[in-house]
Structures are given as structure tokens and as C-alpha cells.
């Protein structure tokens, strides 16, 4: 017998909260068409590569009688990528809606990820089993991946997996890279007239999957409110203890969505922001300062503590430091790795670095803790790249200010005292219980998703909007993964993919945290959210984040 919490035995029956518009049930649903797309840059190029899918038209449901062709369906789901909260009920949803329109529906689960479908390694889903997850975290209901699918042969071995179970449309809930790959597939699918449709659902905690049509991406909400939840008590215990500075780096590499709304909820003394770090062209030494004000302007006052949040990937916006990881990466290439690797001491090691890099990083090198110097050239992925992932950001700036106080403190300056500690909040957010906001979400874009397969669409993405409302007044629809789309370059080559969404320095969001933040960096105005609630009034229970709340003109 599986043993059960007894918040996981009352989310089981948590019912979630559905637009207005698909809560008259399957039959009332009818399509409205709004105006044909084109993709978000680079159109001519994009509509090149995706010739029958390119263009289409978004739509939103409405009530109204159900036009589409009856026949049965059966539908394959895959999980792709990290971990986000709510990726279950999305599940849950689009289980629920295609058994609502027949019983003889069947949904098969992937396992594993994307590799899941190539390996035609699945479990066929049934009420019972379903029911065990309904409002929990994570995605162990069928497990996910990180395999990409983009090649011929791939997409042939898929079609030839989904010819043998009679599948109708594959459902790939996933972020920005995973949802490029269901377009291409998508394209692949309708040029060589499968009949298989594919469907995406925005997915990832980072917040960078958005953008006119996607207000918020699932996951996002619950763990921006777990991480702050322990931000919170971080920053009480610091005002009761009096005596440490917490330097906690979050998740959310290319983009400080995470840090930003952890910010507005916490009001910290320091919060970095990489897009504002990349447009000054700020440098790690300016970054430091920036924090030693604050720890001396608060030492003044007689408080000798405080709070920094610290985005994930921000020494990769320092230009700088972007600059030395270049050097350094072309510095181990090839034949001159297995010299550095031949050297037996870190004292050789570091001579031949100093020869290596040119005069400008070297100095950018010579400042940086031994640490992180020796994670720099020791710690390096199978292609010998620097892995700026494991780059511990918040011992770096913790260190880097201590060195800027032993100077203030030579010039007379500063008299306080620095104690740091450090935190990463990152897995503890992705796979929490999720919120009702996470919950309702993602069960909303499930059941949506199916009635997009229903109506025969193909390379669409599941939509639903209006999010900064109450559940009945959002909108749900769809529309074409393409319009989303411009072309980068990767790995030496142009590759149509999703535009990434940083944090706008001029967006409502960053412009309420740059009002207020001077008076955050020298005042104790701590917020504590407290945990997420799932019982009580809909104010504390259902509200969204504050990005979102801003963005909408929600908050002033």
C-alpha cells in the first residue's frame, strides 16, 4: 500500500478551475478564427522551412455547437525537458477532455521523454492510474528527457511508432526548445501526410517562454513562490540573527524572470538582474561595489546583515566575463587541453593560463577567487567548454565584496563586520506541489490541448489567456508554434527556434523594482510570503504572480 501525506490525500480531490468557455462541456465548443500569423522575425526564411504550417490563423474557443469530425482518437503525450510544477494536470486535462468526447479514446504516455516515442517505450493511461496523480509536482508519471528531436531519421521512426499504434496527434509538453522540436516535427508530419497532428504546451520555471500570445509559461508561479517562501525565512532570520549577509543564487539561466518575481516578493536588499547587468556593460567589479554600498550603508545604520538574490547565469551577461570564458575555451581546444591536463601542480596550471589569456582577462582572472578559477579550467563539459552553469555566482560576489569592504574598511570607510552565507534555490522549486494558479493553469491547457486535436490542428501551441483574472474569464485557443519563431545561430548553424523572452528593462515589472529597490538596499523592508496556500480566501489561494499583476496594470 503507497502511503500518502495528508495534503497529497486532499489534493486528489482538488477539482481545478477551467475557463469559462470549456466548462459547457465538449459538445458547446466552437471555433472562432482570428487573423493569419506570421512569424516574430526572419519571416521569409521561417515560412521557407515550414511550408504547410507556416502562417495559419490563431483561434479561441467560445460556446457554440462542436463542429468537428467525430472519429476516435488516440493520443500521445511526452514531457520534455526540466522539471515544472503542474506538468501532471496538464496530463490530467487533456486525459479528462478526450475521455469526456469518448470512452473509447485512449491517451498512451511516452516514457522518459522524447527518446520515450523513438524507443516505442509508453504506458497506455487508465483512470486508476491517472487518479494517483491529479495536483501533484513533479513528472513522474511517466518521466521526462532531454533528447531533441530534429533529424529525418528521427521523425521517420516517429511516424513509423505512431503508424503502428493508429496515433491520431502527439501532445509535447515542454519550453522553448522542446516546443522548436514539435514544430519541426509538426512540419515534418504534414509534408509527408501522416495525418498525425502535434500539439505544444508552455512549459518551464525560467519564465523565457513568453511573449505577446503566452503570458506566463506553467511552473513559473509555484516556483517562484516556493523560492520565495524560503527567501522569506531567510530574510526573518537575518533580521533576528542581526549578523549574516545570505547570498542566494536562483534558477533561471538566460533569463532573471525567477529572480526578478522573487524580488517583488521579498523585497531584498540586493537583486541582480542580468539583462540590466548586459546593458550597462557592467563589470564585476562595478557589481561589487554596487553590492558593498548597500553592506556599508547598512553597516552605517548599525545593521550588519542582509539579502542578495542572484540570477542563476549572470557572469555570462558580464561582457568581460563572457570575453574570458571565450578565451578560456579556446585556450583548452584541441591538443592544448592535454597540455594544461598534463601539468601536475595548479601553480604550473596557472602560469600557463596567465601566457594563455590576453592581458585584459587575465586581469578579469586574477581577481576571481582560486575557486572559481579552478572551476573555470577543471570543471568543463565533454566538448571542453567551461560549464558557466556550475559557477557558484553567489560565493563569487560574496567574495568579491568582502575584498571591496578590506579596502573600505584600509581607507576608513567602513567599521561594520561581513559575514556571508550562501544558498542555490533551484530543484527544491521545480517539482513542488503545484499551486491552485499552477493547478487550474495547467489542467486548462490539457483540456484545451485536446480540443485543438479535435478540431484537427496541427503545429499549434496550447493557449489560454486572460491569466491575470479569475479562472472564468480566461480565454482559451491556440495558436501556430511559427508565429513564436525567428532564427539564431547554433552550433555554427542557422536554426529556426523560439524566441527566448529576457526580462524588458523597460516593462512594468523591472520598472516598480527599480522605484523602489535604492530604498530596499538600505532599509529592512523584508516580505515574507509564507508557504502556498491551497485552502482559504481566493486572494491568498488563487492570486497570480506579481509580474504578471504588473503587467496587466493589476499592482501600481
Not at 521569409?44 to 462542436?66: C, D, M, S, V, W
Not at 509535447?172 to 516546443?179: Q, R
Not at 486548462?444 to 479535435?454: C, E, H, R, V
Request: charged share 25%; hydrophobic share 40%.
Amino acid at each position: 500500500m503507497k502511503s500518502l501525506s495528508p495534503l497529497q490525500k486532499a489534493r486528489y480531490q482538488y477539482t481545478p478551475k477551467l475557463p469559462g468557455m470549456l466548462r459547457n462541456g465538449i459538445a458547446d465548443i466552437c471555433v472562432k478564427e482570428g487573423l493569419p500569423t506570421q512569424s516574430v522575425q526572419d519571416q521569409e526564411k521561417i515560412k521557407a522551412l515550414f511550408p504547410n504550417t507556416y502562417g495559419e490563423k490563431e483561434i479561441t474557443f467560445e460556446k457554440g455547437k462542436n463542429t468537428s469530425l467525430a472519429k476516435k482518437q488516440v493520443v500521445g503525450v511526452i514531457l520534455s525537458g526540466g522539471q515544472a510544477p503542474g506538468g501532471h494536470n496538464v496530463i490530467c486535462g487533456l486525459y479528462d477532455a478526450l475521455k469526456a468526447t469518448d470512452k473509447n479514446n485512449v491517451l498512451l504516455g511516452f516514457k522518459n521523454g522524447p527518446s520515450g516515442l523513438l524507443d516505442d517505450d509508453y504506458i497506455e493511461f487508465t483512470d486508476e492510474y491517472i487518479n494517483e496523480y491529479r495536483n501533484t509536482g513533479g513528472f513522474d508519471i511517466i518521466g521526462s528527457g532531454r533528447t531533441k528531436l530534429e533529424t529525418k531519421e528521427q521523425f521517420k521512426v516517429a511516424a513509423e511508432v505512431a503508424k503502428k499504434h493508429g496515433i491520431t496527434a502527439i501532445v509535447i509538453i515542454g519550453g522553448d526548445d522542446s516546443n522548436t522540436n514539435a514544430a519541426v516535427l509538426a512540419e515534418y508530419f504534414a509534408a509527408n501526410h501522416t495525418g498525425v497532428q502535434v500539439i505544444g504546451c508552455p512549459k518551464t520555471i525560467d519564465g523565457d517562454l513568453k511573449n505577446e500570445d503566452i503570458e506566463c509559461s506553467f511552473g513559473f508561479d509555484t516556483a517562484t513562490k516556493t523560492y520565495s517562501e524560503v527567501i522569506g525565512n531567510i530574510e526573518r532570520d537575518a533580521n533576528s540573527a542581526k549578523k549574516y549577509w545570505h547570498f542566494v543564487k536562483v534558477m533561471g539561466r538566460s533569463a532573471s524572470h525567477v529572480t526578478l518575481e522573487c524580488a517583488l516578493e521579498t523585497q531584498p536588499n540586493i537583486c541582480l538582474i542580468s539583462e540590466e547587468v548586459a546593458a550597462k556593460k557592467m563589470s564585476l567589479s562595478q557589481i561589487a561595489d554596487y553590492i558593498a554600498d548597500s553592506v556599508e550603508a547598512r553597516s552605517q545604520k548599525g545593521m550588519n546583515f542582509g539579502v542578495a538574490i542572484i540570477p542563476e547565469g549572470v557572469v555570462e551577461f558580464v561582457p568581460e566575463f563572457s570575453v574570458l570564458i571565450a578565451e578560456i575555451n579556446e585556450l583548452l581546444a584541441g591538443a592544448k587541453a592535454d597540455l594544461f591536463n598534463a601539468l601536475a601542480t595548479w601553480k604550473e596550471k596557472y602560469e600557463f593560463i596567465k601566457k594563455g589569456l590576453t592581458a585584459a582577462s587575465f586581469a578579469v582572472f586574477e581577481i576571481l577567487p582560486e575557486a572559481i578559477q579552478q572551476q573555470l579550467f577543471l570543471e568543463r563539459d565533454p566538448h571542453g567548454n567551461v560549464q558557466v552553469s556550475l559557477i557558484e555566482s553567489e560565493k563569487l560576489f560574496s567574495a568579491l565584496v568582502k575584498a571591496k569592504l578590506a579596502e573600505r574598511k584600509k581607507a576608513g570607510t567602513y567599521k561594520g563586520k561581513f559575514n556571508a552565507l550562501h544558498h542555490f534555490f533551484g530543484y527544491e522549486g521545480r517539482c513542488a506541489f503545484p499551486s491552485n494558479f499552477d493547478a487550474d493553469y495547467c489542467y486548462s491547457l490539457g483540456y484545451n490541448a485536446f480540443m485543438l486535436i479535435q478540431y484537427g490542428f496541427n503545429g499549434y501551441l496550447s493557449k489560454v489567456s486572460n491569466l491575470s483574472k479569475p479562472a472564468e474569464e480566461w480565454v482559451a485557443g491556440g495558436m501556430p508554434i511559427t508565429k513564436m519563431m525567428n532564427m539564431e545561430r547554433r552550433h555554427g548553424e542557422d536554426k529556426p527556434v523560439i524566441k527566448k523572452a529576457l526580462v524588458e528593462l523597460d516593462g512594468a515589472p523591472f520598472k516598480y523594482f527599480e522605484a523602489h529597490r535604492a530604498q530596499w538596499a538600505v532599509e529592512t523592508a523584508y516580505t515574507y510570503p509564507g508557504a502556498i496556500q491551497y485552502f482559504g480566501p481566493s486572494e491568498v489561494c488563487d492570486r497570480t504572480t506579481v509580474t504578471l499583476a504588473l503587467e496587466k496594470g493589476m499592482l501600481k
